[in-house]
């Protein structure tokens, strides 16, 4: 299941982005699907999920509130559209596919190649 992101890119605090992730193959529809972001000397942290079974979010603290994930089947993409962002917004952010929300970020099989956001004031 290839997974591609994009939409990534520098906006000011306070603009908003859209990012897309485009899980490819047959049988995508039965993963879940995640937003993880990485910024410069930190983990990698999950933000958002979407479940596959029946496409209710779930959202990290510190994007809720702001940041909405959804799901399009017939353009086969999940988004993830990004409002009051914020400089400790920076990151990389990663498009994840995998069995379920909260599935251990280190068995995690599906990953994409990241895209750069930065948020600048």
């Known amino acids: 299941v290839p997974v591609v992101e994009s939409g990534g890119g520098l906006v000011q605090t306070g603009g908003f982005l859209r990012l897309s992730c485009a899980p490819s193959?047959?049988?995508?529809?039965?993963?879940?699907i995640g937003w993880f972001r990485q910024a410069p000397g930190k983990e990698r942290e999950g933000i958002s999920c979407?479940?596959?079974?029946?496409?209710?979010?779930t959202y990290a603290d510190s994007v809720k509130g702001r940041f909405t994930i959804s799901r399009d089947n017939a353009k086969n993409s999940v988004y993830l559209q990004m409002t009051s962002l914020k400089s400790e917004d920076t990151a990389v952010y990663y498009c994840?596919?995998?069995?379920?929300?909260?599935?251990?970020?280190?068995?995690?099989?599906?990953w994409g190649q990241g895209t750069q956001v930065t948020v600048s004031s």
């Open positions: 994840a596919a995998y069995p379920r929300c909260n599935y251990p970020l280190s068995l995690i099989p599906y």
């Open positions: 979407i479940k596959s079974e029946d496409d209710s979010p």
């Open positions: 193959g047959r049988t995508w529809s039965i993963y879940s």
